[in-house]
């Protein structure tokens, strides 16, 4: 699921090309496209039909180093820019360095590698660090025992 934090809807978003669909999100399971008419339908068909431009993907990034708000590059040398970060974190549960990220077509696809332009603060000292990130599926951690009934002990 989507963090609120990266869903704005047109009408909240306040620069232009900040707008987010549910296709964009990943969230294409909660529109349903066999009711009636519904504000925004022909332009959610419209990008059903011709694939979105971007998608918000999970990246497993190198290092121990969170990647907040860093931009993503398609190749190491940072000639590209393919995304950006939303939100980053060291997961402990998962032993790894994790985020959510907005990456345009046709980088998005699973197991895609792009690069993170990392910015470390160092003792008063800005340091760039260029980390792969590879696209993985969501959600990071989804135990056996989440969807099991009844429940089984710990």
């Given at each position: ?29 909660i ?15 419209a ?39 939303t ?7 998962c ?23 990392i ?36």
């Open positions: 699921m989507a963090p609120k934090v990266d869903f704005l809807s047109a009408e909240q978003t306040i620069r232009a090309g900040r707008d987010r669909s549910p296709l964009d999100l990943g969230l294409e399971w529109v349903d496209f066999d009711k009636g008419h519904f504000n925004g339908r022909r332009a959610l068909l990008e059903r039909a011709r694939g979105p431009r971007r998608r918000l993907v999970g990246l497993d990034i190198d290092g121990s180093k969170p990647a907040n708000n860093a931009l993503l590059y398609a190749e190491k040398a940072g000639k590209r820019e393919v995304g950006s970060v939100s980053a974190t060291w997961s402990p549960t032993k790894r360095n994790i985020a959510l990220a907005m990456v345009d077509a046709p980088y998005f696809s699973m197991g895609a590698t792009v690069w993170a332009d910015y470390l603060n160092r003792e008063l000292m800005w340091e760039r660090r260029m980390c792969r990130a590879r696209i993985v599926e969501r959600p990071f951690f989804a135990p056996e025992r989440r969807r099991a009934t009844p429940p089984s002990d710990f």
